[in-house]
């Protein structure tokens, strides 16, 4: 049996157990259960405090976590990223009110910064040559400058709303975040085999983010001009239609893409274009 630790609430709660649920792992999100077993994989959810996951899995307590790279970077516990899962993406930045003329990272010689990340950003600052007086505040770091507590922050962004409602302006990116797997460094062969399936799994899902199966009647006298603008896989698939004079064109399409390769497909004569999503993708 594999142990995961998971926040226990909030948006990587929600991103973590949506990942499960679309690689076929069962698991009951109940708040009420600190420890809850999947039902169709040899898995075990713990939900834990954000903070705390990267020590509970270090010590042993859980044998994996996900957990924001923020996270687990500020408590610089002894663990293994595994895998980057790509969701719950955010960035630390330092933030000053909107009436500064700020010209420089300089600025912040002296100055005052609540943050609930001191480990970053003194590291940070230290790289620098910045003398900083840290100030470390658990709560709504964001109102600090507004009440006299501070002359900046040192938090997480996401959109960037939150500075804007407190006449806060981001002015230094210090780092990138996203959602890791990280894993415990003793973890048995029992448990890598069931890690590995697990990461199959992963992988197969986000292999099929923003894909589609694509499905047309293309005329065969333009087969070959089709087939040029099609970034299939590998190549796609021609099936013969009862009518000699056409053929079925199977194939996936990227999102990004999607629109202007269907209307080259259109131009070319491709019709009864049927469009699928993609739950999981095996390469």
């Given at each position: 049996?594999?142990?995961?630790?998971?926040?226990?609430?909030g948006r990587l709660f929600e991103d973590t157990m949506n990942l499960l649920?679309?690689?076929d792992i069962k698991v009951s999100a109940s708040k009420r259960t600190l420890l809850v077993q999947a039902s169709n994989f040899p898995l075990e959810v713990l939900y834990l405090r954000d903070d705390d996951i990267p020590q509970s899995v270090a010590s042993g307590v859980a044998d994996i976590g996900v957990v924001g790279e923020n996270e687990f970077v500020e408590r610089h516990e002894d663990a293994d990223i595994i895998d980057r899962l790509g969701f719950s993406r955010c960035r630390l930045s330092l933030a000053i009110p909107k009436s500064i003329d700020y010209k420089g990272l300089e600025w912040f010689n002296g100055k005052k910064i609540a943050t609930s990340y001191p480990y970053i950003l003194?590291?940070?600052?230290?790289?620098k040559g910045i003398e900083t007086d840290i100030h470390v505040i658990t709560g709504s770091v964001e109102i600090s400058p507004g009440i006299g507590l501070a002359d900046g922050i040192f938090?997480?962004?996401?959109?960037g709303s939150t500075l804007v409602s407190n006449n806060l302006r981001e002015v230094e990116v210090v780092m990138q975040s996203e959602?890791?797997?990280?894993?415990?460094?003793?973890?048995?062969d029992e448990k890598k085999t069931i890690l590995r399936d697990m990461l199959f799994r992963f992988e197969a899902v986000r292999q099929a983010e923003d894909k589609k199966y694509v499905r047309m009647n293309a005329p065969k006298s333009r087969l070959d001009e089709i087939i040029k603008v099609l970034?299939?896989?590998?190549s796609p698939t021609i099936i013969p239609l009862a009518d000699d004079e056409w053929c079925s064109v199977h194939t996936?399409?990227?999102?990004?893409?999607?629109?202007?390769?269907?209307?080259k497909l259109k131009e070319l004569g491709a019709q009864g274009i049927l469009v699928t999503p993609i739950e999981k993708m095996i390469l």
């Amino acid at each position: 049996m594999l142990r995961i630790a998971v926040q226990s609430k909030g948006r990587l709660f929600e991103d973590t157990m949506n990942l499960l649920s679309e690689a076929d792992i069962k698991v009951s999100a109940s708040k009420r259960t600190l420890l809850v077993q999947a039902s169709n994989f040899p898995l075990e959810v713990l939900y834990l405090r954000d903070d705390d996951i990267p020590q509970s899995v270090a010590s042993g307590v859980a044998d994996i976590g996900v957990v924001g790279e923020n996270e687990f970077v500020e408590r610089h516990e002894d663990a293994d990223i595994i895998d980057r899962l790509g969701f719950s993406r955010c960035r630390l930045s330092l933030a000053i009110p909107k009436s500064i003329d700020y010209k420089g990272l300089e600025w912040f010689n002296g100055k005052k910064i609540a943050t609930s990340y001191p480990y970053i950003l003194k590291k940070f600052m230290d790289e620098k040559g910045i003398e900083t007086d840290i100030h470390v505040i658990t709560g709504s770091v964001e109102i600090s400058p507004g009440i006299g507590l501070a002359d900046g922050i040192f938090d997480i962004v996401s959109s960037g709303s939150t500075l804007v409602s407190n006449n806060l302006r981001e002015v230094e990116v210090v780092m990138q975040s996203e959602a890791l797997l990280i894993g415990n460094k003793q973890l048995s062969d029992e448990k890598k085999t069931i890690l590995r399936d697990m990461l199959f799994r992963f992988e197969a899902v986000r292999q099929a983010e923003d894909k589609k199966y694509v499905r047309m009647n293309a005329p065969k006298s333009r087969l070959d001009e089709i087939i040029k603008v099609l970034p299939g896989l590998k190549s796609p698939t021609i099936i013969p239609l009862a009518d000699d004079e056409w053929c079925s064109v199977h194939t996936v399409l990227d999102q990004k893409r999607f629109w202007e390769i269907i209307g080259k497909l259109k131009e070319l004569g491709a019709q009864g274009i049927l469009v699928t999503p993609i739950e999981k993708m095996i390469l």
